[in-house]
């Protein structure tokens, strides 16, 4: 494996950033100061920046590369920082991670390529050739909804052979799957097994996963490092309460309205209400109008003990 900073395994909560911008061409720099303290101060784990929460394949490259750059200028090593590179194009993928590498960054996670759908045996062929030619450990990305294309637990135990990958972070919501994958890696405790959907984060490392991708952790991050280290110590009754809360976020925040996108205009809205960053998604996506904001708002202030 190339050696890197990262934690073998992995564990905890790697909130996956948002992406703070002032307009299309633009990141917003101090609200990104805002949030990396905000979270760093609440405790996380790592940092995954350029995911499905950060408009990954909204932003241009311009963009991406800043983004890195200033991350690893702000986390400066205090945890290690994921980087997305997921793209049809691999040598996309290969020119980010280099300069992900560059500033600093411990990790990439790339998903499948999206537009065609891909057999298992070429997600097991594309994964291995982008391996090879990584500078950077990789993490594989399960995300079905958005790239048409489910690694099986069957190719992801053959991937999870090749040197250079070293985890998977699973967002099919679908709590049989990771099951089979923490049964399928039971016997290798090095491979880290991350869940994307935050309402199940704490059922998933009770099972023995590693920890959670989880996007709320923008806005509450001792929320979900607190049920994440309640969760690994099997401590039930705060399990419970915090649990509780989770859902009340997801509830309130997430699902307002019947967007594709109602998660990443919520959290967006959200974040604006608790002054941490600028309502701003990136095209072709749209942010929440005043009355949207005004029930995101309601909604911040009805959430109980935040």
């Known amino acids: ?27 917003d720099l ?9 979270l760093l101060n609440g405790g996380v784990h790592g940092l995954f920046i350029l995911g499905t929460t950060g408009e990954c394949t909204s932003l241009s490259y311009a963009i991406r590369r800043e983004l890195i750059t200033h991350v690893c200028r702000l986390v400066d090593g205090r945890v290690p920082v994921l980087v997305g590179i997921t793209d049809t194009a ?37 994964f291995e050739k982008l391996a090879d030619r990584l500078s950077l450990p990789l993490f594989l990305y399960n995300m079905p909804s958005h790239t048409k294309t489910m690694i099986s637990v069957d190719t992801v135990k053959v991937l999870a052979n090749h040197p250079n990958i ?31 959907p935050e309402e199940m984060m704490a059922a998933a490392v009770l099972m023995g996963a590693h920890g959670g991708v989880s996007g709320g952790a923008n806005m509450f991050p001792n929320l979900y490092v607190s049920l ?10 705060k399990v419970l309460v915090l649990q509780e809360k989770v859902m009340e976020v997801s509830a309130k925040i997430y699902s307002l309205g019947t967007y594709g996108s109602s998660y990443l205009k919520g959290l967006k809205a959200a974040l ?31 959430i109980t003990g935040l």
């Open 1 to 27: 494996m190339i050696p890197s900073l990262l934690p073998m395994p992995l564990r905890g909560i790697v909130p996956p950033l948002v992406t703070p911008l002032l307009d299309d061409q633009h990141l």
């Open 30 to 38: 101090p609200s990104l100061d805002r949030i990396v303290s905000h």
């Open 90 to 126: 691999p040598e996309e993928s290969v020119t980010l991670t280099d300069h992900a590498k560059a500033c600093g960054a411990a990790a990439v996670v790339a998903a499948p390529p999206y537009y065609f759908g891909l057999s298992q045996p070429e997600l097991v062929s594309y």
């Open 166 to 196: 070293v985890g998977f972070k699973d967002s099919s919501a679908n709590a049989s799957y990771f099951n089979a994958l923490l049964y399928t890696f039971r016997d290798q405790p090095d491979f880290a097994l991350f869940v994307g």
């Open 228 to 237: 994440y280290q309640a969760a690994k110590d099997h401590d039930m009754e």
């Open 272 to 302: 604006s209400v608790l002054g941490l960053c600028k309502n701003h998604l990136a095209a072709p996506h749209t942010a929440f109008e005043e009355g949207e904001v005004q029930a995101i708002r309601t909604n911040l202030e009805s």
